[in-house]
């Protein structure tokens, strides 16, 4: 587990959940600017450990992760946690099974791993809005 520094914006902790080092340092540099934390895990079980031990607010969460997929980790950390723990499902396929899966679980949202670091900090602005009722800067 990586935990990026923080800065003086309002304290909101982002699990990030991919098994691709390069893209969770990404969005670790885009999420810092914008004053939130970056906890990071590559695998689902990591992912959920993480979540019992940091209390994240949000969790960003690719599909295609080695042992258990990012469904199957969902699924738990609903079980586990329940729905108040947003969470942003990210696939570099899309697909009506992933959509209606991740849906079924209560994901904020489902998107493609295609859509630049913008569309994501937007995604990941909102949802905190949602769940938080912050008044978080947007991301224009």
């Known amino acids: 587990m990586v935990v990026s520094q923080k800065n003086s914006r309002p304290h909101f902790?982002?699990?990030?959940?991919?098994?691709?080092?390069?893209?969770?340092?990404?969005l670790r540099e885009a999420f810092?600017?914008?004053?939130?934390e970056t906890l990071e895990a590559a695998s689902g079980e990591e992912a959920i450990e993480v979540v019992h031990e940091c209390r994240p607010?949000?969790?960003?969460?690719?599909?295609?992760l080695p042992h258990i997929s990012g469904i199957e980790t969902l699924r738990i950390i609903r079980r586990e946690i329940g729905e108040q723990l947003p969470a942003i499902v990210i696939s570099s396929q899309v697909t009506d099974s992933v959509l209606a899966e991740a849906l079924a679980l209560h994901a904020y949202t489902v998107m493609s791993k295609m859509v630049g670091l913008h569309r994501i900090?937007?995604?990941?602005?909102r949802a905190l809005q949602?769940?938080?009722?912050?008044?978080?800067?947007?991301?224009?």
């Open 32 to 36: 810092q600017p914008k004053g939130y």
């Open 121 to 125: 900090l937007y995604t990941v602005s």
């Open 130 to 140: 949602k769940y938080y009722a912050e008044n978080i800067e947007d991301v224009e």
């Open 13 to 26: 902790r982002i699990l990030v959940t991919d098994d691709d080092e390069r893209w969770r340092e990404g």
């Open 57 to 64: 607010h949000l969790i960003v969460l690719d599909i295609q």
